[in-house]
């Protein structure tokens, strides 16, 4: 899975104002994700294009004013060995960053992780987007990058949430907008 995106402003250069959410609050925030993740699995169905395309849909639910954000890679028919390798390791990736996240942990620690999984296979983070804080507003602090130097960044607290949202290529970093 890769999740939805934010553009990239360095975290140095923007005040760091992180909301704190109460445990009611979360529950709306759980309740609005299970929502968006309902929907991806409606959707799975309905993914028609051509064989052996990947596409990433992405879905944001708002449910009584706080926001749910979530993404899922879709292989049509047959995908190259290649592809399926990337989007494996992209996977990978997340799930290194989320067994990271808990109070006391620096965000340099969960960027630190992606990193290096991504560059020990091979593969290159995308330095342009970020994961991001979430709650009634969408994109809030913290910036959550990809890549980074362990024991740097915010410490995490209870009560925040963010997405971690990588976004690996194979071969260089950069990205082509069109």
Partial sequence: MVYNTVNFV???LRPMTVSIKTPEEIEKMRIAGRMAAEVLELIEEHVVLKNGDIINIDVTVIYEGYHGDTSKMYFVGT???HAER??????ECLYKGIELVHPGTRLGDICYAIQQHAQKNY???VNEYCGH????VFHEEPQVLHYGRPD???EL??????????????GKPHIIEI
């Fill in 152 to 154: 740097t960044g915010m």
């Fill in 123 to 125: 593969y290159s983070v």
């Fill in 79 to 81: 995908p190259a060995a």
């Fill in 10 to 12: 360095p975290h140095n």
């Fill in 157 to 170: 607290c209870e009560g925040m949430t963010f997405t971690i949202e990588p976004m690996i290529n194979a």
């Fill in 133 to 136: 804080g979430i709650g009634t």
């Fill in 86 to 91: 990337l989007v494996k390791v992209t996977q």
